[in-house]
């Protein structure tokens, strides 16, 4: 995030919303979700913000925080449909050890013969870090399912 030279200085919104192609018709976001997020990212405060949209720092907070929240359904909803897509999905129970998560994702890659593009230290670290806190330590505590696309990127799911 970049902050403005002048913390009077808001970025040109509308200028940032035609350099990243933002359509509002076809976008989860609403356009003024589009003109706070971008406003925000580049380091504006919400009682800028709100100043410069001609409403309350608390609406600022409001928008913000939905167009978080769709960005994020977004994000989970592209992740379903590349698990959906994928050739490969192996489930991991509840209690299995994080160890051996990944001969299990290399065997089933083996039976569909997809390459998978992560070392086994790798894997471990991925499927930790993408299950948060489904995985505690070495141990998995909620059923999750690794996905594994035709080209061998990895994906991680709640079960």
Known sequence: MTVPDDDSALPDVDALLDEVGFDAGSSVLTRRQAEVLVYRERGAAQTDIADELGTSRANVSSIEASARENVAKARETVAFADALDAPVRVPIEAGTDLYDVPNRVYSACDDAN?????????????????????????????????????????????S
């Open 114 to 158: 997809v390459k998978v593009t992560r070392t086994a230290p790798e894997l471990m670290r991925l499927v930790g870090e993408a299950a948060g806190d489904a995985v505690q330590g070495r141990q998995v505590r909620v059923d999750i399912t690794v996905a594994v696309t035709g080209e061998g990127e990895v994906t991680v799911r709640r």
